[in-house]
């Protein structure tokens, strides 16, 4: 059995049979005026982060949700695209599609503005979505990449590069881990399915981004998230496994590189009102200015009384690169 079959036919069980503790179960159930989210959908919430932002999901997008699990973001996006089929759900496992089109029929019950037509589900493999190209505003997944090994973790970006409309943002929550992890933990498809021992470092994470194409990233979130303790796990020591939220945007690529922003600030404290580099940045004294790490990395040859921030892993909008 392959790894990627080891992990259909977990989440199969998990779909007939819902499973409380598997894999992350740790993203937030959003309260929004109107909305109330099944009991059932919250016992199959298996992310690690959220995907769902008001601020991408402005004039009804068209958002493509790959690994539908209970359905729970699913009915949080439709939340924003209250339209037919437009919230489209990609799942491989047909269990867990069957077990979200019976979760939506208690959604609408539980919610007067919601329609199960609002959601359009369809099987489907991430390495080969059956969705056109350029036609998606949003697309998002949570804690289903970090499963993929590497050749298959950079088909699934490209795929989802691909149906993207220019300016389109693929949203994504998983696991990374800064430390090495041993092969017998690598090898485990198990551990690899409940998203554990798939994890990777975000420089990593992020260069499978930038490889193809994506010309802004924003790192939007970096939590904990679990350990792999010696007396558990086989491993010799104890490693630490966080979160991420992150935003790919489908921006041109810039000449030098990618815009990246993992939460740095500038604030120039001179004795002038303002400091402008000439390349398109001003800073107000002593207002501080988010900013991508290669412009943080400019501006600290600009002036020596520019404060750079070290990297906070949150970014929540309004920067400058």
């Not at 998002?140 to 699934?156: R, T, V, W």
């Not at 691909?162 to 949203?171: A, D, M, N, T």
Request: net charge negative.
């Amino acid at each position: 059995m392959s790894y990627l079959e080891a992990t259909n036919d977990l989440y199969k069980q998990a779909a007939l049979t819902p499973d409380v503790g598997l894999c992350c179960t740790t993203n937030p159930v959003w309260q929004l005026p109107g909305l109330s989210i099944p009991t059932i959908m919250q016992e199959m919430n298996y992310g690690c982060g959220s995907t769902v932002s008001a601020s991408d999901l402005v004039n009804d997008p068209k958002v493509l949700y790959v690994g539908v699990g209970g359905g729970m973001e699913l009915l949080q996006f439709a939340y924003f695209s209250r339209q037919k089929g437009g919230v489209i759900g990609v799942d491989v496992v047909d269990e867990m599609l069957e077990a979200s089109r019976q979760n939506f029929k208690v959604a609408e019950e539980e919610n007067s503005w919601f329609k199960s037509e609002f959601v359009h589900l369809i099987k489907g493999s991430a390495l080969d979505l059956p969705i056109k190209s350029e036609s998606i505003d949003v697309a998002a997944q949570n804690c289903l990449f970090n499963i993929f090994k590497a050749e298959d973790l950079k088909k699934a970006v490209l795929e989802m590069y691909r149906v993207l409309k220019p300016h389109g943002r693929l949203v994504m929550s998983d696991p990374v881990c800064e430390q090495p992890m041993n092969d017998a933990l690598r090898n485990d498809d198990r551990l690899r399915a409940q998203c554990l021992s798939g994890s990777i470092p975000i420089s990593d994470y992020i260069k499978v981004l930038t490889d193809v194409g994506f010309g802004t990233i924003e790192v939007r979130a970096r939590k904990s998230y679990r350990v792999l303790s010696p007396n558990h796990y086989p491993t010799d020591e104890l490693i630490h496994i966080e979160s991420i939220e992150i935003a790919a945007i489908k921006d041109p690529m810039p000449e030098d590189g990618p815009c990246i922003f993992t939460g740095k600030t500038a604030i120039y404290y001179g004795g002038e009102p303002y400091l402008d580099d000439k390349e398109g940045h001003v800073l107000i004294q002593n207002q501080p200015l988010a900013i991508c790490d290669k412009t943080a990395a400019a501006l600290a040859k600009v002036s020596d009384q520019i404060h750079i921030s070290e990297s906070t892993w949150h970014y929540d909008g309004g920067g400058c690169c």
